[in-house]
Nanobody
Framework: QVQLVESGGGLVQPGGSLRLSCAASGSISSINTMGWYRQAPGKEREMVALTTNSGLPNYADSVKGRFTISRDNAKNTVYLQMDTLKPEDTALYYC???????????????WGQGTQVTVSS
């Protein structure tokens, strides 16, 4: 079994900051891509930020310059530092990882259950 557990969501005022964390656990052999997606009510899920196992980041245009993704490979954990938050950042944020389980050859795609981020005054 593989699990992704997110933490760090909450309510914040516009211009504020939050830090999300996501830890992967279970029968993990290796992790390739880790990152974050989000889904606002009535909208499709969209990529926010991803990072490879070498740390190379990729950001959605809407969050460039405000969000920073980082990763601790020793802890199988990915972080998302969100600064200068805007009301339009309000969404359910999902952790995502491409993981190869022990004794398997192929990578599978795994999702966390989501953590709510609400930006409102």
């Amino acid at each position: 079994q593989v699990q992704l557990v997110e933490s760090g969501g909450g309510l914040v005022q516009p211009g504020g900051s939050l830090r999300l964390s996501c830890a992967a656990s279970g029968s993990i052999s290796s992790i390739n891509t880790m990152g974050w997606y989000r889904q606002a009510p009535g909208k499709e899920r969209e990529m926010v930020a991803l990072t490879t196992n070498s740390g190379l980041p990729n950001y959605a245009d809407s969050v460039k310059g405000r969000f920073t993704i980082s990763r601790d490979n020793a802890k199988n954990t990915v972080y998302l530092q969100m600064d200068t938050l805007k009301p339009e950042d309000t969404a359910l944020y999902y952790c995502h990882a491409r993981i190869r389980k022990i004794s398997q050859v192929v990578y599978g795609y795994y999702w966390g259950q989501g953590t709510q981020v609400t930006v409102s005054s």
